[in-house]
């Protein structure tokens, strides 16, 4: 909690949001009430079955349905009754119009506690941003207050089977029936909460075709699928959805992935969501922002993962520091030993920046849907690209952040006795989820870097510098701030080198080693998190106005910033390295060297 | 099985250990018959239990036994059949003396088909050594027979819950009780193969503390406890040995890991092995292979991975290349894609660099045996230099490769439809067993990179030179070695540095960040043997004598020893950075700049 303070205070000021007119009605007291309200909620509804979630997962029942924890209705309605499903919402639309910053503060705390069931609450508000963004009236109402009450649960239908992170090639189909509905048939998988106990409807978002639509990502629409079909009447009729399977996973057991079939009996209605062929546009909202929240997951379970270790190590006494000879002499606890600090401090350094750079796509939401005209495009223009960065690093380091966690509790950490293990399973789907790691990096390197001929990116670099430019007022901070300028100089450098395979058309190779571009540009983003971080916890201490903080969290702050300096950022330049060599390795083509 | 073959016939020749008198009565032909053979166990009896094994883990049936799948039984007696438990003892022994590069290439083919039942005989036989070696005639007489047969499981006791890694402080009591024997009393956890239903009885080599020995390490001894005595009659008195419990645990759930307790009824008889208080170094031989082991495991565990997402990506039409826009072409298949081959290149540098390094660590360990004198030292001190590097590369990059696997199947890869994720799973151990990452750094900087005046790491560097020198000979090869000698440079200025810090007395600050140390080391260690593989491959092209391996195997080695040097070794340079800062970050004493 102290955490999510300090970002929301001082280092990303939740106050500046509060002075914008869309949120003003909000100020920061009743902001933190709720979001402590958040925290007892997570911890009396949340956390203790977290384990048990993972014990006893979601599994099919062999016959249409999904058998979930019985807790989970109690957590999907607490969630709605707290505002925690529509909170996000406008209030025309039946929500609290809140700022993402506040809204996904609590989110990160239902995350933490127990992110299966957080899955389900979260995924429901996705869809119905999406309705009262894309939707008529009519969709709206019928739909929207019954996810934000809990009792519908709204879900998001893209992937299939032969199609995977290939949304060109769905093949799902749409065909009007004339009453200004569409007949809709195909399959779909890997769709979260698309059917389970806790809900009495479900409101699958889908991609599909309409007959005649052009081929590739240009012919897709997006449509509402409800299982139950509302009639005008309030009664629900059956609308040809079956739900075929429950994937059973590694981790996020409580979470369900289901295969649904839509119009296995030719009876399957599909409401069209705005115009014919915009579907992907309109869905993209809506993963954007899963992006976000997917990153922020992401960081949090590293985060519970990191509080578990650093309690074990700050419990458990054993061996000696290297110097103590004595083998009479007590053992230490652990967290004195150099190698467990440099563990803890890996997952704090990743767990912590990961959270400092969601709250900063948090905060650049909330004026995108603020402020207008040019302003509001140079905030949309840096959420963009850094939405690929959030999104993979939280889930990549993360998951190296959980082994961190499972290494710091020893054999113990790899027992199902304590929840790093858990953590650690449910991070890997964090680097699948909404778009893999590959497609978050061509997305980083062949759209965000180059859209509007690279002002993101400029607008990007401009934050840093100014970043780097506060840290140079202290002479403690500057030699940091000196090393990120050459890190930002060296990332210019790789765009220098790959543009010139673009400009030579050959468009393979400037985005074969894309993943290892967005790896070196997220040590950067993440270091700059860290330097804005260590500013503004210097600048605390220096006044000696500690606000609600202790010294020693000001100053754990920037040991955790020279940390990251010392033991992540070197390997920037290890990518750069890669980048801006001359051999070109992944285009082989005979694939018997492979084996 | 083709590069098993490339790492016996051509990279480590075996021929040569052939020529030794130890291992004369070997051929080729014969042994990789036997090879063959153990592929047909692997495929008939290992390979089908593999996710079965895991689906139904060993657990405790809450009365001192565990349970474990049917097929264990099945498994242990084909092992020992065909003589995979005592296959590496000398003849005197009951064994057939073969090379730990034969023997251990077949306990490879068993890890990669599934580890969790590998474990119990390969345990079983490394138990057996340890008696073989320091044990009296009797001993080995009442109970290797046994264990090569199958029949008894041999462990290894030494992890107590108040102690861990840390031996010192072990509490297990021994009592002489005048007739040669002693009476034990203590508990030990984390025991594999412990307590199960395919043997008859458990030899647990256990250590203890005979009463009035000294404190710490000094004042351990080793001891033979079964679970049932063996009378001189031949019959089987039960020895107060209770299995308390089978730790559940996130992979490797065919394996039990069991909780015992010795003496609890004031019964437990154990046999001192060799003299009292030399049990640490009597151990110590076994943990040493125990150690190797643990490096093939995760080794073999990375490349069946490996394997498992090669075939996938070879079959799994999707998406298009970037240049390719017209969304009605048919999907390419996924390994065309740069960022799967850059996944499937990645596992294949670090499956085969660690397999080619633990080849080599057989190799010496085929010479230790086979030699004597100063030669024999010369490859015990390049053995135990290279033991923490092949345990701690192959589990830590190990766990790196597959998740790597489990990416490059996108959503399936997560599901339990498919094996990724359970070798994800299996893996996560490896850097814990038998000493883990940290133990394992602290062993190369603090003893094996010091010891004798540094003359591993001398006999170590002279053998990288060596095959510098040998790529310096083929043009395409030499800016390879070129770049592998500035990395051994770059080491020597790192340790140099650090070198300070020990003769200054600071040796808390010396040994503070060896597992980075490790790291650096790690990527030197395996790029050298890329390099070995290349210089092999390229001379092989070269002659167009090809022995039994296609063109494009061989090119394949090139070029992934390509892919490492541009992907992995910079990273190198990046751990040098961290290593040569001048700020030391892991000594904090104020504990609350962690939360």
């Not at 074990?312 to 467990?340: C, F, M, W």
Request: neutral net charge.
């Amino acid at each position: 909690m102290e955490h999510n303070k300090f970002l929301l205070q001082e280092v990303h000021p939740v106050k500046d949001i509060f002075s914008l007119p869309r949120y003003s009605h909000l100020n920061w007291e009743e902001s933190w009430m709720m979001i402590e309200s958040a925290k007892s909620l997570a911890d009396r509804d949340m956390a203790p079955y977290f384990k048990e979630m993972d014990a006893q997962p979601a599994h099919y029942d062999g016959n249409g349905g999904v058998k979930t924890h019985p807790q989970l209705k109690t957590i999907i309605k607490q969630a709605a009754e707290n505002g925690w499903i529509g909170g996000g919402a406008k209030f025309k639309d039946g929500g609290m119009q809140l700022p993402m910053m506040i809204y996904n503060t609590a989110q990160h705390i239902f995350m933490s506690a127990n992110n299966s069931s957080q899955g389900y609450f979260s995924l429901s508000a996705g869809s119905a941003a999406l309705i009262t963004s894309f939707g008529t009236e009519e969709q709206i109402k019928t739909f929207v207050p019954n996810i934000f009450a809990g009792k519908w649960q709204g879900t998001m239908a893209l992937t299939e089977p032969q199609a995977g992170s290939s949304l060109t090639d769905i093949t799902t189909s749409a065909k009007s029936s004339g009453d200004g509905f569409y007949k809709i048939k195909g399959q779909k998988i890997f769709i979260s909460g698309g059917q389970h106990e806790a809900c009495d409807n479900f409101v699958h978002l889908t991609l599909a075709r309409i007959e005649g639509a052009p081929a590739g990502t240009k012919g897709i629409s997006l449509f509402i699928i409800p299982k139950f079909w509302p009639e005008k009447d309030g009664s629900l009729t059956p609308n040809d959805v079956f739900c075929a399977g429950d994937f059973q996973k590694m981790g996020q057991r409580g979470y369900c992935t289901t295969h649904l079939v839509f119009g296995d009996k030719e009876s399957c209605r599909g409401w069209l969501v705005g115009e014919p062929h915009k579907g992907l546009s309109y869905m993209f909202q809506m993963m954007n922002e899963a992006r976000i929240s997917v990153g922020l997951v992401a960081a949090s379970v590293a985060m519970a993962a990191y509080q578990a270790s650093l309690q074990y190590a700050s419990e458990r006494p054993q061996g000696r520091l290297a110097s103590e000879k004595d083998p009479v002499k007590a053992p230490t606890l652990i967290i004195n030993h150099p190698d467990v600090q440099r563990m803890l401090l890996t997952q704090k350094a990743i767990a912590e920046g990961a959270l400092a750079l969601t709250m900063e796509c948090n905060r650049l939401s909330d004026l995108v849907h603020a402020t207008e005209g040019e302003e509001r495009q140079k905030h949309l223009l840096l959420l963009e690209l850094l939405t690929p960065i959030v999104k993979t690093y939280s889930s990549e380091q993360g998951s190296r952040s959980a082994a961190l966690a499972i290494q710091v509790l020893g054999g113990y950490g790899f027992t199902m006795d304590f929840p790093v293990q858990q953590h650690y399973r449910d991070l890997k789907i964090m680097s699948l989820y909404e778009g893999t790691t590959g497609i978050q990096s061509i997305d980083l390197l062949g759209r965000k870097v180059v859209m509007e001929k690279g002002k993101a990116l400029f607008i990007l670099l401009q934050e840093i510098q100014e970043t780097i430019n506060r840290a140079a007022v202290y002479d403690p901070l500057k030699k940091y701030g000196n090393e990120l300028a050459e890190e930002v100089v060296r990332i210019q450098q790789v765009l220098k080198h790959l543009s010139a395979f673009a400009q030579q058309g050959d468009i393979d190779r400037y985005l074969s080693d894309a993943t290892v571009f967005l790896e070196q540009f997220s040590y950067v983003v993440i270091a700059w998190q860290w330097l804005k971080q260590a500013v503004v916890a210097y600048t605390s201490l220096q006044s000696g106005n500690f606000q609600n903080q202790r010294q020693d969290f000001y100053e754990g702050k920037i040991h955790t910033m020279k940390f990251f300096f010392r033991y992540e950022l070197p390997h920037a330049a290890a990518c750069a390295k890669t980048l801006m060599d001359a051999e070109y390795l992944t285009s082989v083509k005979r694939k018997e060297v492979f084996h």
